[in-house]
């Protein structure tokens, strides 16, 4: 079976600022525009789920056929979202958890323009790292 993993960082005024795909097959523009589609489509159910809870780790907020969304939100109202196949609760909070500290240090960063597109390398290895840590991908 294929493992799907999608993750995706929000701004808080819905401007994508990161996207790493995990999964392990290849996969086509048809199937990361519909990606993208259900995250955006997934935004205003955690608009609506942050007021309902006072915890930033949201867990699924919202499913599309055999696909489910978990979302984490930073104090900022930055979400990083994640399009997934299985429930992965607990390794989700982890990396939810680890990619916040990594975001916050991007966002110290003097050179940073908050809300921006993060393009490093660095950050992205990272982060890929930790997916690979927490989802054996």
Excluded at 8 to 22: M, R, S, T
Aim: charged content about 20%; overall charge negative.
């Amino acid at each position: 079976m294929t493992s799907q993993l999608v993750f995706f960082i929000v701004g808080k005024n819905d401007n994508p600022i990161y996207q790493a795909d995990f999964t392990s097959t290849a996969k086509s523009d048809e199937t990361a525009h519909l990606n993208e589609f259900i995250v955006h489509a997934a935004l205003d159910l955690v608009d609506e789920t942050v007021w309902t809870t006072k915890d930033m780790n949201l867990k699924v907020v919202d499913s599309f056929n055999d696909s489910f969304v978990s979302a984490f939100v930073t104090a900022s109202h930055v979400r990083f979202m994640m399009l997934h196949k299985s429930k992965l609760d607990e390794s989700l909070k982890s990396f939810f958890a680890d990619v916040y500290e990594l975001y916050i240090k991007v966002v110290m960063n003097p050179f940073y323009t908050i809300n921006s597109p993060i393009t490093t390398t660095a950050f992205d290895a990272r982060v890929r790292a930790l997916a690979r840590k927490h989802f054996n991908t």
